[in-house]
């Protein structure tokens, strides 16, 4: 079992930062890949971007790549969304969740964090 907690989300001005951490109890990430998705309302939950264990990263798009990354500290067994550059339509709640690395379904999701963005 892995317990994610998202933290770092809150209102940011367009063009602003905002980083969010991905915490899960200490060691319990080992060989995970982590992925953040969003959702804004009324939308279906998209995704972002993941890391592996390794450091190894991939985006959804090339607009998330050139503003947003992903990034991870093993040690602290958290995984950080920095986030540059913020539009309106980045609205939305991020929820990171882990997966084993030979699977492709994120099996344990956390609580979320809001993000605004105003214009």
């Known amino acids: 079992q892995v317990q994610l907690k998202e933290s770092g989300g809150g209102l940011a001005q367009a063009g602003g930062s905002l980083r969010l951490s991905c915490a899960a109890p200490?060691?319990?990430?080992?060989?995970?890949?982590v992925g953040w998705f969003r959702q804004a309302p009324g939308v279906e939950r998209e995704f972002v971007g993941h890391?592996?264990?390794?450091?190894?990263?991939?985006y959804a798009s090339d607009s998330v790549k050139d503003r947003f990354t992903i990034s991870r500290d093993n040690a602290k067994s958290t995984v950080y969304l920095q986030m540059n550059n913020l539009k309106p339509e980045d609205t939305a709640v991020y929820y990171c969740?882990?997966?084993?690395?030979?699977?492709?379904?994120?099996?344990?999701w956390g609580q979320g964090t809001q993000v605004t963005v105003s214009s």
């Open positions: 969740a882990a997966r084993q690395e030979a699977l492709s379904r994120y099996d344990y």
């Open positions: 200490r060691g319990t990430l080992r060989t995970y890949v």
């Open positions: 890391i592996n264990w390794w450091g190894s990263s991939a």
